[in-house]
């Protein structure tokens, strides 16, 4: 079965960096656009940064974390990347990965993983 396993998160000051990873399993990974979505407490689940499959030459990100936040992916190591920078408190939230159409929102994702809990503290 498909599994979708994100790891890196942690607790980190406002002004740092963490690197999520989403190691995946039980799909072809090179073809599956992957993506990143966040939900804080008491918030729905927001798109955050996507990839396109292959060789990742497309990427789409939220506004709110453009040019702070870099979705990579490695094809050789099923694994797709979200290095965050410049975090602020605002990013705390829970950092899912997922699958699905490039682009598209929560309810059309195929697979998701468990999720990784990001806080920034201020």
């Known amino acids: 079965q498909v599994q979708l396993v994100e790891s890196g998160g942690g607790l980190v000051q406002a002004g740092g960096s963490l690197r999520l990873s989403c190691a995946a399993s039980?799909?072809?990974?090179?073809?599956?656009?992957m993506h990143w979505f966040r939900q804080a407490p008491g918030k729905e689940r927001d798109f955050v940064a996507c990839?396109?499959?292959?060789?990742?030459?497309?990427?789409y990100y939220a506004e709110s974390v453009k040019g702070r936040f870099t979705i990579s992916r490695d094809n050789a190591k099923n694994t797709v990347y979200l290095q965050m920078n410049s975090l602020r408190p605002e990013d705390t939230a829970v950092y899912y990965c997922?699958?699905?159409?490039?682009?598209?929102?929560?309810?059309?994702?195929?697979?998701w993983g468990k999720g990784t809990l990001v806080t920034v503290s201020s």
């Open positions: 997922a699958a699905g159409p490039l682009g598209s929102s929560v309810r059309f994702m195929d697979y």
């Open positions: 039980g799909l072809t990974f090179s073809r599956s656009a």
């Open positions: 990839i396109s499959s292959w060789s990742g030459s497309t990427s």
